[in-house]
């Protein structure tokens, strides 16, 4: 799909604030996809869509979860990470995108999974490093993000995963599950 119509597309859906921040993953993304050598116009699509529900309300993403049959276990964990997996649904019908990497990109961008793909490492890492990202951490995920992603995409899950324990929240099992693969991955090299 051409990248200016995606643009439209997220610009009706998405606050301001939130298409600004699209934009910067897109060309965080972008830069990693040019680093590691792939391909962007994947890139592109996933990062301009992986937020595309972001800005539903807590009714119309649960609404969503019932439609689409997503896990009712979803709802248990907090209403921010709805949105990759209800997102990567509609943009599958609504923009008849089939390809599972950008689709996978989009429902895990939050979460992280095990055995995620480049290109999910690409928009799981870019979403958390992007320029106006400022929080404990992110510089260190940025370069480390320049070396190796998968070092990076552990590195941000372990910052997430302390942070929530800290606020008391839930964490969802994808989260663990992705950030204990990646740390046995590491040990083993």
Wanted: aromatic share 10%; charged share 25%; proline share 3%.
């Amino acid at each position: 799909m051409e990248v200016i119509n995606l643009l439209e597309a997220v610009k009706e859906v998405l606050s301001e604030k939130r298409y600004q921040h699209t934009i910067r993953v897109m060309e965080t993304a972008v830069e990693l996809a040019h680093h590691y050598d792939i391909g962007d116009q994947e890139v592109k699509e996933a990062a301009l869509l992986h937020d595309y529900a972001k800005c539903f309300s807590t009714d119309e993403l649960q609404a969503y979860i019932n439609q689409f049959h997503l896990p009712e276990e979803l709802l248990s964990f907090h209403h921010e990470l709805w949105h990759g997996p209800v997102a990567a649904e509609i943009v599958h019908e609504k923009f008849s995108i089939k390809n599972p990497d950008i689709l996978n990109a989009i429902r895990y961008h939050t979460t992280g999974r095990v055995g995620m793909s480049l290109l999910e490492y690409i928009i799981f890492v870019a979403d958390y490093i992007e320029p106006a990202r400022s929080f404990p951490g992110v510089e260190e995920v940025r370069l480390m993000a320049k070396v190796n992603l998968e070092n990076a995409a552990r590195k941000a899950l372990q910052n997430t995963i302390i942070y929530l324990m800290n606020q008391d929240m839930t964490v969802h099992p994808d989260s663990y599950m992705a950030y204990n693969f990646l740390t046995v991955k590491t040990k083993e090299r």
